[in-house]
T-cell receptor, first 113, second 113 residues
Framework: DSGVTQTPKHLITATGQRVTLRCSPR?????VYWYQQSLDQGLQFLIQ???????AKGNILERFSAQQFPDLHSELNLSSLELGDSALYFC????????????FGQGTRLTVV | AQTVTQSQPEMSVQEAETVTLSCTYD???????LFWYKQPPSRQMILVIR??????QNATENRFSVNFQKAAKSFSLKISDSQLGDAAMYFC??????????FGTGTSLTVIP
């Protein structure tokens, strides 16, 4: 158990809909990262938050948004969903002080039908 | 921007034999961290081993060891006495001074009984 909790584990929704993925980082970790992994693909970096502030943005679509709350949990909002958005979405956390590894949640498997 | 390259999309090894997975990276930073993550069929991302760039000694974790060549910007993973449970996708990752993680495209390892 990495200590990073993602909910839900599985999500099936229709095209055009909006969903929210939730992530609770490890206790004490200030950085949260979101990644998208399509089938048999690598990890695509979406966005990073540090202590409530956006720190870095990757290949995140305009239809997607995220935030980190004062209690450090984070949410990734995906709207106007398309079939191509079907993927495994990972949240990871780290201490955020230039050292240490990223700890990954189990991921949320999103299926858009 | 930092880049991480894994030039071997697929590798295979006989059970009990040794295999080496390659990784190179590009950076202008002097202080950073490198990691190998394993992603088994369950899709969970599991940390295998980490290496701090300022340490000359290669990291070792049981049957897993790295060959870190800082000048050559090379970071290979050696798996000794390969086991069936080692079959997975392996990702090389670089952590920058700005707390961002960059991942390679992965190497799929097959272990042959």
């Amino acid at each position: 158990d990495s200590g990073v909790t993602q909910t839900p584990k599985h999500l099936i929704t229709a095209t055009g809909q909006r969903v929210t993925l939730r992530c609770s980082p490890r206790s004490g970790d200030l950085s949260v990262y979101w990644y998208q992994q399509s089938l048999d693909q690598g990890l695509q970096f979406l966005i990073q938050y540090y202590n409530g502030e956006e720190r870095a943005k990757g290949n995140i679509l305009e239809r997607f948004s995220a935030q980190q709350f004062p209690d450090l949990h984070s949410e990734l909002n995906l709207s106007s969903l398309e079939l191509g958005d079907s993927a495994l979405y990972f949240c990871a956390s780290s201490v955020g002080v230039r050292e240490g590894e990223a700890f990954f949640g189990q991921g949320t498997r999103l299926t858009v039908v | 921007a930092q880049t991480v390259t894994q030039s071997q999309p697929e590798m295979s090894v006989q059970e009990a034999e040794t295999v080496t997975l390659s990784c190179t990276y590009d950076t202008s930073e002097s202080d950073y961290y490198l990691f190998w993550y394993k992603q088994p069929p369950s899709r969970q991302m599991i940390l295998v081993i980490r290496q701090e760039a300022y340490k000359q000694q290669n990291a070792t974790e049981n049957r897993f060891s790295v060959n870190f060549q800082k000048a050559a910007k090379s970071f290979s993973l050696k798996i000794s006495d390969s086991q069936l449970g080692d079959a997975a996708m392996y990702f090389c990752a670089y952590r920058s001074d700005l707390d961002q993680f960059y991942f390679g495209t992965g190497t799929s390892l097959t272990v042959i009984p």
